[in-house]
């Protein structure tokens, strides 16, 4: 357990800065005035801010930065942050050194504050103690303000050639974090640093609407990455000595074998965030430098967004409607990982969920629990697969059956001997588009003539990022012909129109959310006549097109023009060449 923090009185008295008395006074004049104890000092005189200042950096083993010294004040950097940043938090950058972004702050228990700068800096930070008035006066006047205190010239400055906290401070940090690695301590007491750090993961990567946290061991460090809106970041870089303690922390919440490192396990994680119960899906997979660690997070009102808020387009929204209130066939959505597709299905599975209507599923795994659906989860371990779930789901009299994947030509057959005899089925499949799935079953192995006859619809999907409400409208010089050519929109169009990105607090980068772009392929005559045929997938791509289908870029080109997102993004989610 990690060695608990000498109280700041303590470290004064310690000093010989104040005595007993004095420090009794300053406790007493805290408790009536809700200041904190250094300030409640300085308020009646007994000392002054950098002493204070001073042994607050003692008392967090930080470094201590006199702002008034020349040589530091050049080493600020005014173009790293925000002017408004700087002034909301009152924080200066000095620059970088060994991939780390120093930070003057005056307040060491602003965590919240630092884990924001890690995120917008997009890089780790190293924070110093500074006095808030030095801090403010050069925020304001592009000054430090007046010179040191007399008594106090010779604190360490950052020019000094060494680290500013004493070795001996250094030291006792790095023997407490490596008695936290002590595996009956580290992975279970609360109070254990790596406890803290793995809860602190957890619920940040939540608050920042992430969709997977990735933990991957590196030859020199641990790097942690957010998946979000689709995009990968890099969030920090934890210490190569804390690998083994975070990663049994985690298997162990997962209920994995953390003596097991040689082969890949599966678990779940449940904790309450803000009192709402949250589930990460863990994946652990061994890798060159330790095992890699996914936690991909599963909330509760993720699948229940409404069909409108998926992205549709009226005349998609309308064909979807009709297809999934049929009586029998199968209605696959097509995609590659992380397009939407589960969220679709169950989006389709909430709206047909109904007294009326009995539900079943196979999923692997079972990762949203509905109320009123029937979900079974697939256990290969003891011969419960796809398959056997298919073939004892049918004896259940269901109208509507969801199969997590068609991934073999077993499952496919059963799922289409179920469209034929009645059912309505649900499933989704790997391909790059909605045509392509034809060619896709076919080359499984199954019979083109059932796949001709079975299938309903097709639609494949893709999540593209939102544009936040800071967008403008871009300039002339502002639009990129590449990406308009892409999405088939002139110049003389997209001017007026088309919005760029604007980077803001609330949305890095100026995005912030996803919808989906469809493309929706409904079987017809013709289509089915090609896939009998065993036609490649241009041929009835052409077929889908003069039947009305709306490619992806083409659903895309509409959002565009209505101000939800960029060219850019269309192209790059879209897959266009």
Known sequence: ????????????????????????????????????????????????EMQVVKALAAQYGMKYVDLTNERISKLIDDDALD???????????????????????????DLEMLDNLRFRLNMDVEPMLATKSQIRNYIDSGSAGSP???????????????SLVTD??????????DRSMDRSIDVSSEDSPVVKLVNRILEEAVGNRTSDIHIE?????????????????????????????????????????????????DGRIKIYVDEVGIDFRVSACPAYHGESVVLR??????????????????????????????????????????????????????VLNRPDKKIITAEDPVEYNFDGINQCQVRENIGFGFPEILRSMLRQAPNVILVGEIRDKEVGEIAIQAALTGHLVFSTLHTNDAPSAM???????????LVA???????????????????????EEELDHKYLNLIDLSAEDALGKVYTAVSCDEAPGGYKGRKAIFEMMIMNAEIRELAFQQAPASKIRIAAVAAGMKELVEDGRLKVLKGVTTPEEIARVSQSE
Do not use: W
């Open 297 to 350: 997070i599963l909330r509760p009102d993720a699948v229940r967004i409404g069909l409108v808020n998926l992205g549709f387009e009226p005349e998609n929204l309308e064909t979807f409607n009709r297809v999934i209130r049929r009586p029998n066939g199968i209605f696959l959505v097509t995609g590659p990982t992380g397009s939407g597709k589960t969220t679709t299905l169950y989006s389709a599975l909430d």
């Open 453 to 475: 006859s079975s299938i309903q619809a097709v639609m494949a999907q893709r999540l593209i990022r939102v544009l936040y409400k800071s967008k403008r409208l871009a300039t």
């Open 83 to 109: 002017k408004a940043v700087m002034k909301k938090h009152l924080v200066l950058a000095l620059g970088k050194s060994g991939g780390k972004m120093r930070l003057a702050i005056h307040d060491p228990m």
């Open 217 to 265: 061991p590196m030859a020199d460090r641990v790097r942690l990455r957010y998946r979000i809106d689709g995009v990968c970041i890099e969030r920090d870089n934890l210490p190569k000595r804390m690998q083994n303690a975070v990663l049994s922390r985690l298997k162990l919440m997962a209920g994995m074998n953390i003596a097991e490192k040689r082969v890949p396990q």
């Open 148 to 162: 040191a205190v007399p008594g106090v010239s010779n604190a360490p400055s950052m020019t000094d050639g060494g």
């Open 439 to 449: 060619t896709r079953l076919i080359d499984m192995g199954i019979k083109p003539f």
């Open 168 to 177: 001996s401070i250094d030291r006792s940090i790095d023997r407490s974090l």
């Open 1 to 48: 357990m990690a060695r608990s923090r000498k109280k700041l009185g303590q470290i004064l008295v310690a000093q010989g800065a104040i005595n007993a008395e004095q420090a009794d006074q300053g406790l007493k004049h805290s408790k009536e005035t809700g200041k904190r104890f250094g300030e409640a000092l300085v308020d009646l005189g007994i000392l002054d």
